[in-house]
């Protein structure tokens, strides 16, 4: 499997709307255990609100990695104002 990175950003004053879906996002990524290798939130200039996500995950394909990411209970619920997926080569590990 190769790895994928995901990044979506939030529809402005959307923050509600995350919070509220946070809980079966956590879950659906719980479920994607062990193939998510890092993930979290993208934050604002003040360092505390999310404003976004950011998750590598495996995959099979750049398709498959897109279809996974409309999965993402954040996405059925219309958080997002932009995603992507991109491909991704993992070369720092720490």
């Known amino acids: 499997m190769a790895l994928f990175v995901f990044q979506g950003l939030d529809k402005a004053g959307a923050l509600e709307l995350r919070m509220a879906t946070r809980p079966a996002h956590l879950a ?5 255990e ?3 290798k890092i993930g979290g939130p993208l934050l604002s200039d003040d360092g505390a609100t999310p404003v976004g996500s950011l998750l590598v995950v495996e995959a099979e394909s750049l398709e498959a990695a ?16 932009s995603t992507s997926v991109k491909p991704f080569n993992w070369l720092i590990r720490q």
């Open 28 to 32: 659906w990524i719980k479920d994607l």
């Open 34 to 36: 062990p193939r998510v």
């Open 66 to 81: 897109n279809m996974l990411f409309n999965e993402d209970p954040y996405a059925t619920a219309g958080l997002w104002q």
